[in-house]
Every structure is written in structure tokens, then in C-alpha cells.
């Protein structure tokens, strides 16, 4: 089978460093353009922001040059809170990513979150209501709308990939720090949440940028759920319980059983170990 041609647009960011090393580790990074702001160290990278230049179409220009050839453009780019970023770049750029799939024929896999659902419980699968309530996960949702409508229009393949919790780019390991404390509920037990390895999110980001006829969305995460405070323990970081207040929701956990039509799914890829093992490799 043909490997595909893939453009990665933000592949600096905690996400993008991770799928380099990755895919350049199991040898399939040959066929990558991987998209800078500023010059990189290692082949195959391309300096230019999508949306900045002397005007935007300059920018543009640059991205179409870099997707030339390419059968995939996995958008990884956008802005996130607590960087004093414009979050309506996250449309800007998914827009930039499909007019340049559109120019090229590429399909697009924008990197939506679970934050579209919100803060409902239970087990959310695509077709569940949609009710961000933080400003960031309301950016994703005009995101994967605006990114559908002009997918449609202009015949281009669009994916919105609602990716879970990142082990180490998330609220909980990645903003520990001592004195951390965490809702506990008056069973025992702490919130479950959806979370995914960052080796599994690699592996999984090129099994799908590889797959031919993507549906308009998918959850990306590993089976099940965590617990929270089960995850602080596994890495041996302490925390302090708190009593959950009535509005805590117990369970937040995303299905999986579209994204498993795509790509290996195992039921340790939500342990609490093999998350802190991943998590501990990728930042080595």
C-alpha cells in the first residue's frame, strides 16, 4: 500500500515534537513536511505561518507551495488559553489548511477537543449534544463548523479529531505542582476522565492520516477512562483531596468505537502506569 504524502501545519508544539520523534523513530517520516515559524534543526522542514506575511495571501502562497504533493494535511496548529492567543485562530488556520488541501487534493484532519462536549457525564460518542462551556472548547466548535462547511464547498475530505487529555499536556500532570488538590467524591473516588499516551497519539494521528474515507469526526482517545487521583499516584505525585462540589461530574469519558475502525486500540492504553511510562519517555 502507497504511504500518503502528509503536511503537519504547528509541528513544534508539545503534540507536533512528539509525533516527529515518533514517526522519524519507526521510519515513517520520510514522506512528512513538517511546518515551522522559526528554522529547525533535521530535514524536511518548512518555515512560513500560514497566517502572517507582508498579507495573508503571502502566507497562504507558502503554505500551498508546502502542500504541493501532499495527500494529507493534519492541521496540529492553533491557539490554546493562557497564551494570550486570538482563539479565532483556530478557524483561521483550519480554513488555511483546507483551501491548501482544496489547491492540492489533499483531505484535512483538523485537531479539534473533547471540550466541545462540555462537562456532560457519562460516555460521549460523535453524535452527542455539543455544549462547551469554556471559551476554548466554544473556539473548537466554530472551528470544526466553519471547517466543515467550507470542506463541503469546496469538495475537500475534512476530519475534526476531538483529542482527549494528553498525558503531560494536561491540567493534572502537566499543572501539578505541590499542594495540587483534587475533587474527591464521597464514594472514594476521584473524576475519570478520557486521556491518551503520547506514543498512542502518534501512532494513532499516522494510522489515521494513512486511512482512506475518514467520517466528518472522530474521538481520539484510548479506551475508557482514568482516575485522576489513580494517575497523581502512578507518577508519585502528591495531592490533597477535596470534597467534590454538587456541580463535579464524576465521569467524562469519550467512546472509541469509531476511531477503532482505524486504528489498534488496547485497554492498557488507559492504564494509569503505561500513561506516566509514555508520558515520562516523551519528555526524556
Known sequence: MKILKVLVLGATGRIGSVLRRSWMQGN?????IWQARRPQAGPGWHVFDPLSGQEVAAGSKALMQAAQGCDRILCLA????????????????????????????AGVL????????????????????????????????????????????????????????????????GGWAPGFALDR??????????????????????????????????????????EMGALLDAAGLAWTPRPAPPEAIA?????????????????????PEHLIAQWRSSAA
Open 28 to 32: 515513517t517520516a520520510d514522506g512528512v
Open 78 to 105: 492553533g491557539a490554546i488559553p493562557g497564551r494570550q492567543q486570538d482563539l479565532a485562530d483556530n478557524t483561521r488556520l483550519a480554513r488555511a489548511a483546507i483551501l491548501a488541501g482544496a489547491e492540492v487534493g
Open 110 to 173: 483538523l485537531c479539534s477537543s473533547v471540550a466541545v462536549y462540555g462537562a456532560q457525564d457519562g460516555v460521549l460518542d460523535e453524535a452527542s449534544a455539543l455544549r462547551p462551556v469554556a471559551p476554548y472548547g466554544q473556539a473548537k466548535l466554530e472551528m470544526e463548523q466553519a471547517g466543515q462547511a467550507l470542506g463541503q464547498q469546496l469538495g475537500v475530505a475534512v476530519t475534526a479529531l476531538r483529542i482527549a487529555n494528553v498525558a503531560g499536556c494536561d491540567a493534572i500532570l
Open 185 to 226: 467524591f464521597a464514594d472514594g473516588t476521584t473524576p475519570r476522565r478520557s486521556y491518551i499516551g503520547p506514543q498512542t497519539l502518534a501512532r494513532v494521528l499516522w494510522d489515521l492520516t494513512q486511512a482512506r474515507d475518514l467520517p466528518p469526526v472522530l474521538n481520539v482517545a484510548a479506551p475508557g477512562a482514568v
Open 251 to 271: 465521569r467524562v469519558e469519550v467512546a472509541t468505537g469509531a476511531l477503532s475502525a482505524f486504528t489498534r486500540l488496547e485497554a492498557r492504553d488507559s492504564l
